[in-house]
Structure formats: structure tokens, C-alpha cells
């Protein structure tokens, strides 16, 4: 039997998308990279199969990220991408799907404007936002209906949310731009300063998922990768260390840490005790940096936790908002309303 409407949640992440389907959970996840051609205009690889063409592509062939930082940075790119991503979620459903698609919480008025015409250009027949580390902590399985204080940490690809919620809504937050994509960024700088080699965003991201640490470690660990010598333009193969990651990753990993400080420095004096007694809550995949929790808990001195989780948290949050999506109504587009401000 076919539904009659299907209803999708959306974490619209600046690496990953995460489409989570109603009544069957998470059914998609996908490098947020388009490939396109730009003598036709035509799109030839989504998600995956186009991650694959970074760096590696002709002249006429570009690998996109259309998202930066947690919002849209190319509105066209983004809304073909997500067209793609519903017809392979969703199908050819009799009616259009409703979506909710999370945010950063420091998103502005005109970002989010554009996810809301992105999505319904794309195909939704009505778009809600939610606001990632509400989304985060309804993933972690908090009850954030209650009045007590839970501080939750998203780290994305392009964002860092840290927020106080309590009673379903945000007391303190603040948001950053300072995520894992700065984080590769800032070993790729580090290897070409200290080693005056040149290495791919890919082989940054591996190095800091193999060996990267924000803690220092018990015992040494080392990657070899391969990369371009800046002396000679030649192939070149070196050895890395943990603790040369450690050194490479010091000023992301400070600014996020001291970002947690901040709105820890904010919060009201009751939240804040319910903080230290119950301790924070790290979701997104920066979560999975080694040591990061620890560094936190250093500079805090409250117990802090990686959910089972992370990578998944917001879309599985995102989608368990599904079931109050009539409560929603206030950041909602409907395709209708696009249509007729076109027309």
C-alpha cells in the first residue's frame, strides 16, 4: 500500500546529510558534495560518488560543497541536491513530503529563509525548522520538556552549537564557525607549515580520524600519508605522530573549548547546578575527536559525556520532531506560498 504523505526529517549538514523517514528511521547519509559539469550545467554525481571526484576532477568538472559553515553558500547546487536526496528518500509519493530541516542556532532571518525555499523548491510541500542543539538533545534521548538545565555540544562539519535548553526551548547558546572542517583546515596548514608539504582535505580528515586527539596520549600513535613536497612538486611520503595532531589541532579545539566556558559563564545559577549534577552532553561527529571530552572536562570540571551516538543524533532528533511538527508553525514555507510569491 502506498502512504498518502510522508513526512522526513533533514539534518542539512555542511559534510554529511542525514534524511531520517518517518516510521523507519534513518534511510540516507550522504556526503553533503555535488558534481557538476560546467560546460552543460548538468549534475553527474551526489553524495558519495561525487565526494570521490574532490580534488581529483578536469577543468570542466567541479566537485561542490553547497554548504559552508551551516548554511547554504550556493542556493541553486543546494536545491538540486536536495531534490536528488528526496526523489531517492521519498519516491514518487502521491503528495508532497513535509520536511524538517535543522539549523544552527545562530542562524540569521535570511539563511534561514534560504533553506525554507530551498527545501520547497526541491519538492517539500511544507518546510519547518529546527534548531540543531534542540534537535541534538531529543537524539540523545533528553527530556528537554523538563525545568531543569541539560548543556548540550554539537560539533558538525561547519558548526559548533553549545546550548543550554531547559523546558523545550534555549536559554544560552552560542554558535560558532569552528568545526570539524577547521579542524582538517587547520591540519593541512600544520603539515604544510612544518613539513612544507601539500595534503588533500581528504587526507586531513583521515589523519584526524585515525590519529587526531585533543588530549595528550598514553602511547604514540603514527599514520603515514602521501602528499605533494612544496620544494620539489614531487610525490612525497612522511610519517605522522599523534602529538604533532595534538600541536595541529591547539587552536580549533581551544576556541571550541573556550566557547563551552563562555555559555557555561552565562547560564542562570540553578541551570547551572542541574549541569554539574547531570554533566555535558557532546553529539555531532567532531564529538568523535579523541580527547575533546576530556579537554572539556579539564577546563570545566564537569563530567562530560560523548552520547552513544553522536553522528547521528540531530537527524534521529530531527525525525522524532516529526511527531510535533503541528507546534512547528512559526518558521514553516509551504510550496504554495512560494508559487503564488513567484508567479
Given at each position: 500500500m502506498t502512504a498518502l504523505r510522508t513526512d522526513i526529517g533533514i539534518d542539512l549538514g555542511t559534510a554529511t546529510v542525514l534524511v531520517y523517514l518517518k516510521g523507519k528511521g534513518i534511510v540516507l547519509n550522504e556526503p553533503s558534495v555535488v558534481a557538476i559539469d560546467y560546460?552543460?550545467?548538468?549534475?553527474?554525481?551526489?553524495?558519495?560518488?561525487?565526494?570521490?571526484?574532490?580534488?581529483?576532477?578536469?577543468?570542466?568538472?567541479?566537485?561542490?560543497?553547497?554548504?559552508?559553515?551551516?548554511?547554504?553558500?550556493?542556493?541553486?547546487?543546494?536545491?538540486?541536491?536536495?531534490?536528488?536526496?528526496?526523489?531517492?528518500?521519498?519516491?514518487?509519493?502521491?503528495?508532497?513530503?513535509?520536511?524538517?530541516?535543522?539549523?544552527?542556532?545562530?542562524?540569521?532571518?535570511?539563511?534561514?529563509?534560504?533553506?525554507?525555499?530551498?527545501?520547497?523548491?526541491?519538492?517539500?510541500?511544507?518546510?519547518?525548522?529546527?534548531?540543531?542543539?534542540?534537535?541534538?538533545?531529543?537524539?540523545?534521548?533528553?527530556?528537554?520538556?523538563?525545568?531543569?538545565?541539560?548543556?548540550?555540544?554539537?560539533?558538525?562539519?561547519?558548526?559548533?552549537?553549545?546550548?543550554?535548553?531547559?523546558?523545550?526551548?534555549?536559554?544560552?547558546?552560542?554558535?560558532?564557525?569552528?568545526?570539524?572542517?577547521?579542524?582538517?583546515?587547520a591540519i593541512a596548514r600544520y603539515i604544510r607549515k612544518k613539513h612544507n608539504m601539500m595534503i588533500g582535505e581528504r587526507t586531513a580528515e583521515n589523519l584526524k580520524i585515525s590519529i587526531g586527539t585533543a588530549y595528550p596520549k598514553e602511547k604514540e600513535l603514527y599514520m603515514e600519508i602521501r602528499g605533494r613536497n612544496l620544494m620539489t612538486g614531487l610525490p612525497k611520503n612522511i610519517k605522522i605522530s599523534s602529538s604533532e595532531m595534538l600541536e595541529a589541532l591547539e587552536e580549533p579545539v581551544y576556541q571550541i573549548v573556550e566557547t563551552v566556558h563562555n555559555v557555561l559563564e552565562k547560564t542562570p545559577p540553578e541551570l547551572?547546578?542541574?549541569?554539574?549534577?547531570?554533566?555535558?552532553?557532546?553529539?555531532?561527529?567532531?564529538?568523535?575527536?579523541?580527547?575533546?571530552?576530556?579537554?572539556?572536562?579539564?577546563?570545566?570540571?564537569i563530567d562530560t559525556y560523548v552520547?552513544?551516538?553522536?553522528?547521528?543524533?540531530?537527524?534521529?532528533?530531527?525525525?522524532?520532531?516529526?511527531?510535533?511538527?503541528?507546534?512547528?508553525?512559526?518558521?514553516?514555507?509551504d510550496s504554495n506560498s512560494i508559487r503564488s510569491h513567484n508567479s
Open positions: 560546460n552543460t550545467n548538468k549534475i553527474l554525481a551526489v553524495g558519495e560518488e561525487a565526494k570521490r571526484m574532490l580534488g581529483r576532477t578536469p577543468g570542466n568538472i567541479v566537485a561542490i560543497r553547497p554548504m559552508k559553515d551551516g548554511v547554504i553558500s550556493d542556493f541553486d547546487i543546494t536545491e538540486r541536491m536536495l531534490k536528488y536526496f528526496f526523489a531517492k528518500t521519498v519516491g514518487k509519493a502521491i503528495f508532497k513530503p513535509r520536511a524538517i530541516i535543522c539549523v544552527p542556532s545562530g542562524i540569521t532571518e535570511v539563511e534561514k529563509r534560504a533553506v525554507l525555499e530551498a527545501s520547497s523548491h526541491a519538492g517539500s510541500r511544507k518546510t519547518y525548522l529546527i534548531e540543531e542543539p534542540i534537535a541534538s538533545a531529543i537524539g540523545a534521548g533528553i527530556d528537554i520538556t523538563q525545568p531543569d538545565g541539560n548543556m548540550i555540544v554539537d560539533i558538525g562539519g561547519g558548526t559548533t552549537d553549545v546550548a543550554v535548553i531547559s523546558l523545550g526551548g534555549i536559554v544560552v547558546s552560542k554558535s560558532i564557525k569552528v568545526a570539524g572542517d577547521e579542524c582538517n583546515e547551572a547546578a542541574d549541569i554539574g549534577n547531570k554533566g555535558i552532553f557532546m553529539t555531532g561527529g567532531g564529538a568523535l575527536l579523541q580527547g575533546l571530552n576530556k579537554l572539556i572536562m579539564d577546563r570545566t570540571g552520547i552513544e551516538d553522536p553522528v547521528s543524533a540531530v537527524a534521529i532528533g530531527t525525525g522524532r520532531a516529526l511527531d510535533w511538527i503541528r507546534f512547528l508553525d512559526s518558521d514553516s514555507i
